[in-house]
């Protein structure tokens, strides 16, 4: 059976880095599209970011609120995908959710994820 399982979450300051480490397993990985999704407190999960399965031809997706200071990335050697969090804001205070595609498509919406990690805590202090 397919299992994602986060690591890398934490507290930090604002202006910070944190990278975010998703291992699959259970799936042919270098086969799915990737993403990242998360949900703060009293507000629904949303997209954060997204990475097709050809990393030698490959196409992300990001929410425009994290553009240019989050990076999605795949190492398919090591079943792996990232999320590199830079110059981190109070508001990106979530539990942060790996996701593997139900089918071939970015999973930029959650009815396009099959899979789901237990989540990940990230605090961002001001």
């Known amino acids: 059976q397919v299992q994602l399982v986060e690591s890398g979450g934490g507290l930090v300051q604002a202006g910070d880095s944190l990278r975010l480490s998703c291992a699959a397993s259970?799936?042919?990985?270098?086969?799915?599209?990737m993403g990242w999704f998360r949900q703060a407190p009293g507000k629904e999960r949303e997209f954060v970011g997204a990475?097709?399965?050809?990393?030698?031809?490959?196409?992300?997706s990001y929410a425009d609120s994290v553009k240019g200071r989050f990076t999605i990335s795949r190492d398919n050697a090591k079943n792996t995908v990232y999320l590199q969090m830079n110059s981190l804001k109070p508001e990106d205070t979530a539990v942060y959710y790996c996701a593997a595609a139900r089918g071939s498509v970015l999973p930029t919406d959650e009815w396009e994820v099959g899979t789901w990690g237990q989540g990940t805590q990230v605090t961002v202090s001001s």
């Open positions: 990475i097709s399965w050809n990393w030698s031809a490959a196409r992300t």
């Open positions: 259970g799936l042919t990985f270098s086969t799915y599209p």
